[in-house]
């Protein structure tokens, strides 16, 4: 079993030590995510999901406004801005203390939530590639920053996505834009490998056989594959009978050293931590 790294991220000027593995928990406020989106957002159904996110032990709040699943068109900044304000002061009415992530790749919806909601981090598929002010954006606001790697953009990725090696060419590609973000001074980076982002089911299976290879890159993995297609097209089933599916590569992912979980089923990842962290526990014994 791959021993956890023990690192740290500076969140709202508190250390969050990383020697046990996070669970980040989705809260999508866009009507055309893949799963377990707040259709027709309301403040009564944001209250709600916040308040189950919170009371099943996440320790992040990730909330997207603009959906990234394969073949999605976006929203516009306005719209995106709409629902973050409509949100983010739900959260802090629940939790003044929540750590919360904002998943968007533009600069100006970073800066927004940042500046003016006291957002802990921000999560970007695109590592900066869909906006090219959102490194300096970042380096300003000093923040932690999700980088994650995927092949095209959400309306094209899996349009026939090809590797030589898929892990070495995820790896290769976050080394390079981590190496820019520490050029300006960004010094809490973590990696994503973008499960489902410009991937065939092959390679998403390649890449989780060898996910403990991304350590060589020395900074905090985040995986999220919660519900997605790699399990529920592998099983022929649907996101919503995937749930096993996603606590058995859950399983796997932390074995290999994951330090942040993305999902959508809080209690299951924690129930799923608690095993595998047992399990470790015993490991360092023997």
């Known amino acids: 079993m791959q021993s956890l790294r023990p690192y740290t991220i500076n969140v709202n000027g508190r250390l969050m030590q990383l020697d046990k593995p996070k ?4 809260l999508n406020l866009s009507e055309d995510s893949f799963y377990a989106s707040v259709s027709a957002p309301t403040r009564e159904k944001v209250f709600s999901r916040v308040e189950k996110i919170l009371s099943e032990g996440a320790d992040i709040i990730d909330v997207g406004a603009c959906s990234t699943r394969p073949g ?5 900044l306005e719209e995106e801005m709409q629902a973050l304000r409509m949100a983010l002061p739900i959260i802090r009415e629940l939790s003044p203390e929540a750590v919360v992530s904002v ?3 533009r600069a100006d919806v970073a800066a927004m939530c940042v500046e003016e909601y006291g957002v802990s981090m921000i999560n970007d598929i695109s590592a900066g590639e869909m906006d090219n002010r959102m490194f300096d954006t970042i380096a300003r606001l000093r923040v932690p920053y999700i980088i994650m790697h995927m092949q095209g953009t959400p309306d094209t990725m899996q349009v026939n996505p090809q590797y030589t090696d898929v892990v070495d060419e995820v790896v290769t590609y976050l080394a390079r834009r981590a190496n820019e973000l520490h050029d ?13 982002f410009g991937k065939t089911l092959e390679h998403n299976y390649q ?3 060898r996910l403990e290879e991304l350590h060589l890159l020395e900074m905090p993995l985040l995986v999220g594959i919660s519900r997605k297609s790699m399990i529920y097209r592998l099983l022929d089933t649907t996101p919503e009978h995937s749930l096993n599916g996603t606590t058995a590569l ?3 992912a932390l074995m290999k050293g994951a ?9 299951a990842c924690r129930e799923c931590i ?3 962290e047992k399990l470790r526990e015993n490991s360092l014994h023997d």
Request: proline residues 2%; negative net charge; charged residues 15%.
């Open 250 to 252: 859950n399983t796997v």
């Open 259 to 267: 330090h942040i979980l993305r999902v959508h089923d809080v209690k």
């Open 274 to 276: 608690q095993m595998v």
């Open 72 to 76: 999605s068109s976006g929203v516009t």
């Open 23 to 26: 669970v980040m928990g989705i």
């Open 207 to 209: 890449l989780m056989s």
């Open 184 to 196: 300006r001074g960004v010094a809490d980076v973590i990696i994503d490998p973008g499960f489902g």
């Open 103 to 105: 998943d968007t790749y």
